[in-house]
């Protein structure tokens, strides 16, 4: 599409709210309330994903004890030291879709013992490579988890069985995981697996994808299988965190299914629920049309992207804003007490294969500009909901999906994504304050109609006396000049850094890991609470302000 297309297509915004503009090239204007407080940014919203597939473990995470890449107790010792450097968000482990399959007994005892399984991803490498993903030597086990876990400083979070093990199998993961040192067999297997004493491991998954491949179960079943499994559960020291399998995207039918089904047994049954699952993939370039709606066809390419698909993928990762208020309204009601938080434990982009950094890294894909903006925009939404979002996992850390760490043998570098990650770390611990912004949506051309995307994308937190906003370009070849207005802000210098790109399709690689790094940027001074800043096209920003 032409530049003009776009100009001719850009839709009238919202009305600009607050004092008028000072500054005449302004297109939009940015209000940080910072006496309407959300709720407090827990590092959990900056949370991960990784599960025994394609490169994640094996090879990502897992190089093993002997390996000659650097490491700590077998785990990348690359990604262990980039992981220190971000929020420390709990870590959900074995899966994904593999979990239904996953008995954890396989991953304990001597590392050469265990047992050789076919991975539940077996079938799905789409070609004959021969992929360690087809077949899971269990080197890595619960221990290993939580040590990765400790390494980093982020809390476990397993997702348990309850398609293809019975609930003993569940309580039994517990125990190992929990009971005090010399109790129980299972505590004294634990000891001789490496930790004598209690992983404390709170957050545990009851399922996952219960209405797919976690048992396609219809909500109705599902929730009679989760009061089963999460009867008389012993937590011994730990206080357990239940988490149910949610819905996929939009299905509210699974929502309300599952509350409705869950309390049939008494309202008191909502106390089980520590968090519900929900899941959102952000993949679906079929614009809109019923014929481009195959799950594997309407995908694109993560580095090949047209203007137009670069704004439909951030559209698409809009729907997080819906789908977060659509399902909160459907829990209200049944839990009136607002016991019951979201867990959005699956997100991020999902591409067509064709980018992964080796054949066998099965869903393994590339990382770009777009994506970096996916992750900010996404981030800042989780911001605007932190009273209903208490953790969020983006799938998955390494060579997968939206991944922050792309790794073979010796080689690793970190994403635009990971940067992202790491320029809003400073949100973490800040209270997130109501951020209004005013600006006119991006309109662009489909193949059949016009669609339209934020212009803008933005939140901040306060912490201590310093105000900090992240704020997303969408837009791929325009700055954007915004006034900035934050009541209590007093005059002086604010400090800026950024993530831009030399253009939309750039990507790190191993032989140029450093071409989407997080950079200082110019900014100027607040003046009597307004502060005028020139966002680049394609970019993601954090200003830092200081609060009277
Ligand atoms: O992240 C890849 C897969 O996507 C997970 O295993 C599954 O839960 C989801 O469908």
């Known amino acids: 599409m032409e530049r003009r297309d ?147 400083g982020s809390e476990p979070y397993l997702a348990a069985n309850l398609r293809s093990l019975p609930a003993r199998d569940f309580y039994q993961w517990v125990e190992y995981c929990n009971s005090p040192a010399g109790t129980t067999s299972l505590a004294d297997l634990r000891a001789r697996d490496g930790e004598k004493d209690p992983l404390k491991v709170r957050y545990w998954g009851v399922g996952n994808e219960s209405w797919g491949c976690g048992g396609d179960f219809t909500a109705e079943e599902y929730a009679v299988e989760f009061r089963r499994f999460t009867s008389w559960v012993p937590g011994f020291d730990t206080r357990l965190a239940f988490v149910a399998s949610g819905p996929s995207s939009g299905d509210l039918n699974w929502t309300r299914g599952f509350f409705s089904k869950l309390t049939e047994k008494g309202a008191g049954m909502i106390g089980r629920v520590h968090g519900f699952a929900l899941h959102h993939y952000t993949e679906n370039l079929g614009f809109g049309d019923p014929a481009r709606n195959d799950w594997n066809e309407r995908k694109g390419s993560a580095i090949e992207f047209s203007p137009m698909e670069w704004y439909e ?173 934050v009541r209590g802000a007093v005059s002086g210098p604010v400090k800026g850094a950024q993530i831009t790109a030399p253009e939309i399709h750039a990507h790190n690689t191993f032989a140029q890991p450093n071409t989407i790094v997080i950079k200082d940027a110019t900014v100027g001074a607040v003046q009597n609470g307004l502060l005028v800043h020139r966002f680049p096209p394609a970019s993601v920003t954090r200003l830092q302000l200081t609060l009277a």
């Open 6 to 152: 776009f100009l001719r297509l850009a839709v009238a915004g919202a009305a600009l709210v607050g004092a008028p503009h000072t500054s005449r090239a302004a297109t939009g204007r940015i209000d940080v309330l910072v006496n309407e407080p959300i709720g407090a940014i827990g590092a959990d919203l900056y949370g991960h994903f990784c599960e025994h597939l394609g490169g994640v473990v094996y090879d990502g995470i897992w190089v093993g004890e002997g390996s000659s890449v650097p490491n700590t107790q077998g785990i990348r010792q690359a990604v262990i030291d980039g992981m220190r450097k971000l929020p420390k968000g709990a870590i959900r482990w074995p899966g994904g879709c593999f979990a239904d399959s996953y008995d954890w007994r396989d991953g304990t005892g001597p590392r050469e013992q265990r047992p050789r399984r076919t991975n539940f991803w077996a079938g799905g490498t789409g070609g004959d490579a021969v992929s360690k993903s087809k077949y899971d030597p269990n080197h890595f086990g619960s221990v290993d988890f939580v040590r990765f876990c400790r390494l980093i």
């Open 313 to 485: 993928i951030l559209k698409e990762s809009d729907r997080m804003e819906d789908l977060i208020a659509s399902h909160w309204a459907v829990i209200g009601e049944f839990d009136r007490q607002r016991r019951v938080k979201l867990f959005v434990d699956e997100w991020g982009t999902w591409y067509k294969a064709g980018t992964e950094a080796k054949p066998n890294h099965l869903l393994g894909q590339q990382s770009t500009m777009r994506d970096a903006v996916v992750a900010a925009h996404t981030l800042n939404t989780f911001h605007k909901h932190v009273d209903k979002v208490a953790m969020a996992n983006i799938a998955q850390l390494v060579n997968n999906l939206q991944s922050l760490f792309i790794a073979d043998g010796d080689k690793c570098f970190t994403t635009p994504t990971y940067h992202v990650f790491d320029l809003y770390g400073p949100h973490v611990g800040g209270q997130s304050v109501r951020t209004v912004l005013s600006t006119p949506a991006i309109g662009y051309q489909r193949p059949k109609n016009t669609g339209s995307v934020f212009g803008l994308s933005g939140s901040a937190s306060v912490k201590d006396k310093t105000l900090t906003l992240t704020v997303a370009n969408p837009h791929f070849s325009e700055a954007q000049e915004i006034e900035i207005a």
